[in-house]
């Protein structure tokens, strides 16, 4: 068996650590012997001792002899001289303990307390000793202390007198004790060999290098200088996309500033995410994310020619910084920016397509430090994407005045459900045929210093900031236990939406099923309403959410349908129960909206859905679309969403007749 440099080097330490300390624990021996023998005498036994003590003798002198032959020859290292030398090591302690054992067991009959007493606390405190000297020998170090103490533990015990059988039991504990602390201390022993082997592996190696240094003094500064550098680099640079992170890019922007401030010039910085990136990473997974990543970076790159600063912020997003530059430019910089982000990203088997949306602030027009351009930059991003994606947006005050407004309702959302100020109201779904309720949207309302807050405006901020998901749960229950305990009928459904943060939450199903299950609903009366805007985030996500939730019993509905991602070729492969048309084509019936319902109708009554006409104002409205055959509608007409109170006094002809 081929036996390691590392071996060999560990095996020659332990001999080391075991040889070093031997001759103090020879001395220890022959005095601890010479005690012994001639301390306790007892006339049947002195000749006896005389004997054992001359063999205790020969035997340290024997090994006394070795540790001179180990001083002579403890610089060989090779695999046989380890071996031999811990063979003699080990059979010269084996010979003491056996030689210490047999006094204890043979004497023992002849023992005084006195006498038993000392033996065992001499025995105790060699097996105490060993534990620690013979570490590095971990067989030596149990079995030493086992020899010492088993035997006269185990004559204590079979005594007929109390104290043996006591002592003998402190003995065998202590033997056990001292096994589990040389295991401990070998273990210890053995890693500090190891690590002063890699140390002095390390101070070789640094030995080597010091002689090279010597020999190659500015070669190696040059070296240093350069590795110098890449450490920098390192520490500045996003190691995926290459470009400068976000803690060097804010320096850079600091040190721009200050520059430009002297010569009075404008800075423009371009906050950009991606737009459709998390829909590749969730479907082609992180790998390909990352490509896509890496390749945008280049594209910035190329863009930027070298005279602007680029930074990926983190995720999805980066930051492009432009010094001398007025808004126009900056605007039609970045949406040039646009179009070369979107081409297309070559994969190996198929290609992807990324947008992005670029939000622009300048500086010093709208904000004095790095800090508050980027952020206002931001925002400027996040209100474009509220309106469309891949478009340009420069901030403007009266943005600055939404932010400021958005931090209060951030604040007082934070704490809006610990404080009672959210509150639900209904609006009835009208069977037009039947003139019954066939079920209720669930609204969320926010009335917070006696001011009631837009849906809106608040629930954006709730997705953004994740209250979203504390607030829906809440919604969920709420909705649910308010079905269980109306009076406009037992069979009536409720309606709740949900939003895209909620859906990709990965707890949404058991979250619905503890809203069943706490109120006592039946599924098939909570109908969840998935916006339709949601299918552009992840279609996959979302169908195998809606499989989930049709599982458990619930009915799903396409809120919206027809204002976004959607198709009439969506409903085929989504399989929901209910389309709500969007009320912007109730509102155009005359300008081709009635066209869009049709077929939106006739695909629905072919799929066995339900369809629901949302934004019902008129009693012309009712007519056309009875005649169309949709006899779900929902609006003003009806009814304006009412509280729950109200919710149980609403007769359908009663408002019917009010209009």
């Known amino acids: 068996m081929t036996v390691s440099t590392e071996e060999i080097a560990i095996k020659t330490d332990s001999k080391f650590l075991l040889y070093q ?33 001359i063999v205790m003798v020969l035997i340290l002198l024997t090994r006394f002899v070795d540790w001179l032959y180990w001083q002579r020859t403890k610089r060989l290292a090779g695999k046989e001289n380890q071996s031999v030398d811990l063979l003699r090591f080990r059979a010269g302690c084996i010979a003491t303990a056996l030689v210490w054992s047999f006094y204890g ?53 079979t005594s007929e007198y109390s104290h043996h059988y006591v002592l003998g039991m402190l003995g065998l504990s202590f033997a056990g004790v001292m096994v589990i602390s040389g295991l401990k201390s070998a273990k210890f022993t053995l890693q500090a060999i190891k690590t002063k082997h890699h140390n002095d592996q390390l101070i070789s190696h640094k ?54 401030e002297t010569l009075q010039q404008n800075i423009a910085i371009l906050f950009i995410d991606l737009d459709g990136f998390k829909a590749i990473n969730d479907q082609n ?62 994969l190996n088997i198929n290609s992807v397509a990324v947008g992005a949306t670029i939000g622009i602030s300048m500086y ?23 309106m469309s994606h891949s478009n340009v947006l420069v901030f403007s005050e009266q943005m600055r005045v939404e932010l400021l407004t958005k931090s209060k309702l951030k604040a007082g959302l934070e704490h809006a459900l610990a404080k009672n100020q959210l509150y639900l109201v209904y609006q009835p779904v009208i069977d037009c045929q039947s003139e019954k309720i066939t079920f209720c949207e669930a609204l969320l309302r926010w ?36 079905a269980t305990r109306w009076n406009i009928g037992a069979d009536v459904a409720i309606s709740v939406n949900v939003s895209v943060a909620q859906i990709m939450n990965q707890d949404i199903i ?26 552009a985030e992840n279609i996959d996500k979302v169908i195998s959410v809606v499989k989930k939730l049709q599982t458990i019993g619930t009915k799903v509905s396409i809120d919206d349908f027809g204002t976004g991602f959607s198709s009439l070729a969506l409903l085929q492969n989504l399989a929901a129960d209910i389309v709500k048309i969007d009320k912007c084509f109730i509102n155009a019936l ?62 359908v002809e009663a408002s019917q007749k009010q209009r």
Not at 26 to 47: E, T, Y
Not at 112 to 139: H, P, Q
Not at 364 to 386: F, N, S, V
Not at 450 to 473: D, V
């Open 21 to 53: 300390d031997l001759l103090g624990g020879l001395l220890i021996s022959l005095v601890a012997s010479a005690g012994m023998a001639f301390g306790f005498q007892q006339p049947n036994s002195n000749n006896d001792k005389l004997y054992w003590f």
């Open 105 to 157: 067991v043979y004497f023992f009959a002849q023992m005084s307390l006195i006498e038993f007493s000392t033996t065992i606390i001499i025995l105790s405190s060699m097996a105490g000793g060993a534990s620690t000297v013979l570490s590095a020998d971990k067989i030596m170090s149990i079995s030493y202390s086992t020899i010492l103490l088993l035997p006269i533990s185990l004559v204590g015990l």
């Open 207 to 260: 030995d080597e290098l010091l002689n090279e240094i010597h020999q190659q003094n500015e070669m190696l500064e040059e070296t240093v200088n350069l590795r110098t550098k890449e450490v920098i680099r390192a520490s500045n640079v996003d190691p995926l996309t290459n470009l400068a992170n976000r803690k060097a890019f804010s320096n850079t922007l600091k040190e721009l500033i200050d520059k430009t």
């Open 285 to 346: 997974g992180h790998a390909t994310g990352d490509i896509v990543l890496a390749r945008v970076a280049q594209r910035l790159t190329k863009a930027t020619t070298g005279k602007y600063h680029v930074c990926r912020w983190g995720g999805d997003e980066f930051v492009i910084a432009m010094v001398d530059i007025n808004i126009t430019e900056a605007k039609l910089f970045a949406t040039e920016l646009i179009t070369e982000i979107k081409r297309p990203v070559e």
């Open 364 to 386: 010093p027009e709208h904000g004095a430090t790095g800090q508050d351009l980027i952020l206002l930059a931001d925002t400027a991003m996040y209100r474009q994407k509220l």
């Open 447 to 482: 009335q917070w210093d006696g001011e009631n807050i837009p849906p809106e405006q608040f629930i954006p901020i709730a997705e953004q900031y994740g209250f979203i998901h504390e607030i829906g749960a809440w919604v969920l229950n709420q909705a649910c236990k308010d």
């Open 510 to 535: 058991s979250i619905i099923e503890n809203a069943l299950h706490s109120s006592g609903i039946e599924p098939a009366r909570l109908h969840i309403e998935i916006t339709e805007s949601l299918f």
């Open 590 to 651: 005359e300008q081709g909206g009635k066209a869009i319902i049709q077929a939106t109708q006739h695909i629905a009554r072919d799929l066995k859905y339900e369809v629901v006409a949302e934004g019902i104002e008129t009693a012309e409205q009712v007519a056309t679309l009875k005649a169309l055959g949709i006899k779900n509608l929902q609006g003003f007409f009806f009814s304006k969403p009412l509280t729950y109170a109200q919710l149980d006094n609403f007769k």
